[in-house]
């Protein structure tokens, strides 16, 4: 019972600390709005769900898609095995080789990057949705476009 009243305050901060810059969100990782607070107080409730496919989609509290953000899936450059090992500085052979970060990465200056390709824009169902997701789950106002789509697909998270 100790332990958990002391690990309370780190996990909930966990689970709803703001996306900042240079802080990547793995795919399959997510945020919420309340986190653990939703069990003992009234707080309306979004979650952030980062999925392996590229996309980073965000929910209302009844789980219905709001707003969604199409990136891309990084790469998997394998090193061929090379001859010429003189080069200490070379991969070592079967090793990936890239710089792409897979995930929800945001820049210094608010740019949203999805698996290494920069997001430009953003689907949002309706206006009005937009003013509870500014700048939650982002610690910036992210530099993007918002275009509202209010019939796209609603889907329910896994």
């Known amino acids: 019972l100790i332990l958990c009243i002391f ?31 939703k069990y003992y107080t009234l707080c309306d409730d979004a979650f952030l769900e980062v999925n392996d496919d590229g996309i980073v989609n965000i929910y209302n509290d009844q789980k219905d898609l709001v707003l969604t953000m199409e990136g891309a899936v990084c790469p998997k450059k394998v090193v061929a095995d090379t001859k010429d090992t003189a080069d200490a500085t070379a991969p070592a052979a079967g090793t990936i080789d890239n710089d792409c970060v897979d995930g929800l990465v945001m820049t210094e200056e608010g740019d949203i990057i999805i698996g290494g390709k920069q997001v430009k824009h953003a689907k949002i169902r309706s206006k009005e949705a937009l003013e509870d997701f500014t700048p939650w789950p982002f610690f910036n106002v992210p530099n993007i476009n918002i275009k509202t789509a209010p019939r796209f697909k609603m889907f329910k998270p896994l």
């Open 7 to 37: 690990l309370f305050p780190y996990v909930h901060d966990y689970f709803t600390a703001p996306v900042a810059a240079g802080k990547p969100l793995a795919p399959g990782s997510w945020r919420s709005r309340c986190g653990l607070k």
